[in-house]
């Protein structure tokens, strides 16, 4: 019997400049690779913005260097940019992977405020999601206060990678 491969939809948490913790180039260069490996393969990938962003202010969208390989040298169609108003964006990782027939029985998920909004995005994704495996990128996570591993949830659908 053929195993059945599971490409995963990467999630992108709060990568924006504005977020200090978002321009440390280890970060973003950790980003980066994995956003150019999903390209690789075809994954689709969610880039979560805390929001709101009423004027289009550059220092509130993803950091550049992250974008630029889903704009060029033709865009990249199979990713989304969604603004979430709370730390959980959950819920909007769920409603654009619907919307857009992204998957969501494996999530890879990375991004900067570890702390807050990575945690509560996974918790809430976790909890919504019981039956998905999802995966925190740990060299693709950062946070401007201290974080301790071994609080992040990894009972049932949570592994740290």
Request: hydrophobic residues 40%; charged residues 20%.
């Amino acid at each position: 019997m053929a195993k059945t491969i599971v490409i995963p939809t990467l999630v992108v948490v709060d990568m924006q400049s504005f977020f200090s913790i978002s321009v440390d180039w280890r970060t973003v260069l950790a980003v980066k690779v994995l956003v150019d490996r999903m390209i690789d393969i075809k994954a689709p990938i969610v880039i979560l913005e805390f929001g709101p962003n009423l004027y289009d202010n550059p220092r509130l969208r993803t950091h550049p260097y992250i974008m630029q390989p889903l704009s060029r040298p033709s865009p990249y169609g199979s990713y989304s940019v969604v603004t979430k108003f709370t730390d959980d964006g959950s819920d909007e990782v769920i409603g654009e992977c619907k919307a857009r027939g992204f998957g969501l029985e494996y999530l890879m998920v990375c991004g900067v405020k570890t702390h807050v909004c990575v945690r509560q995005t996974v918790c809430g994704l976790s909890r919504k999601l019981p039956g998905s495996r999802i995966e925190v990128v740990r060299d693709a996570c950062n946070s401007d206060r201290p974080f301790d591993w071994t609080t992040m949830p990894t009972a049932g659908n949570i592994l740290l990678v």
